[in-house]
């Protein structure tokens, strides 16, 4: 195989002050993202998260592969089968699963088995990892990095939710299986997180956490 075809890039290089006012700007925006658990019912504009996984697949991935695939739900007859699935898997998460240090570490959170907004919500994202595709002649072609790749785009998908003024909560049950068969995706994808996408209620109520300060989180030599 040989290299390219290469294009020009076209960097917009930013005045100093232009940067610090971005990137001051950026985090204060972020950091206003909480993960939500109160949702209303009200639906979302399709168009809007329709550019929101665009901006996902945007993301970068090991040799450009973009191992992932998103399955968007709306339908309320779906949403009840990934509940109840979910629920089935959290109960034995609470009761047997889980160590003891891990419900301690949950107990702030105030989580339980209980996942009212998989229903409540309007719109769930199964974000789906493909460990390798398969092409028209069925010949299958590894990808690389596959987490990575779609933890990046995940993280993407967060972020343009969040600047898009939806709320979202990214939810693991664990094993997770059952999205596979609920949603008819193929072997080769492995649930990677259920996103849980809508408006907050008017009275949503959230832990009162912090966030580690830049000195625990960076060093810089
Ligand atoms: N999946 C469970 C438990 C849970 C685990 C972690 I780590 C969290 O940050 C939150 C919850 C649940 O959704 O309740």
Not at 8 to 13: A, D, G, H, I, K
Not at 33 to 44: C, E, I, L, P, Q
């Amino acid at each position: 195989m040989t290299a390219g075809p290469f294009a020009p890039l076209n960097f917009q290089r930013l005045p100093e002050a232009e940067m610090q006012e971005r990137a001051a700007a950026f985090h204060q925006q972020l950091r206003g993202r909480r993960s939500v658990r109160d949702y209303s019912d009200r639906a979302v504009p399709m168009d809007v998260i329709e550019n929101c996984l665009l901006a996902a697949g945007s993301a970068p991935s090991g040799a450009n592969k973009q191992p992932w695939h998103f399955a968007v739900v709306t339908d309320p007859a779906v949403k009840q089968r990934i509940r109840a699935a979910a629920e089935e898997e959290e109960r034995a998460f609470y009761t047997q699963r889980a160590s003891e240090e891990w419900l301690n570490d949950l107990a702030p959170l105030g989580t339980d088995a209980n996942k009212p907004f998989l229903e409540i919500a309007p719109c769930l994202i199964a974000i789906f990892s493909q460990s390798y595709q398969l092409d028209n002649e069925g010949q299958k072609h590894l990808n690389y990095y596959v987490t990575e790749s779609v933890g990046i785009a995940t993280g993407f998908l967060i972020a343009a939710l969040h600047n898009a003024g939806l709320a979202c909560l990214t939810h693991t049950p664990s094993p997770m299986r059952f999205l596979n068969e609920i949603l008819g995706r193929p072997s080769n994808e492995r649930p990677f997180l259920l996103l849980v996408v809508g408006y907050p209620t008017d009275d949503a109520q959230v832990p009162v956490i912090a966030k580690k300060p830049l000195s625990d989180i960076a060093t810089f030599i």
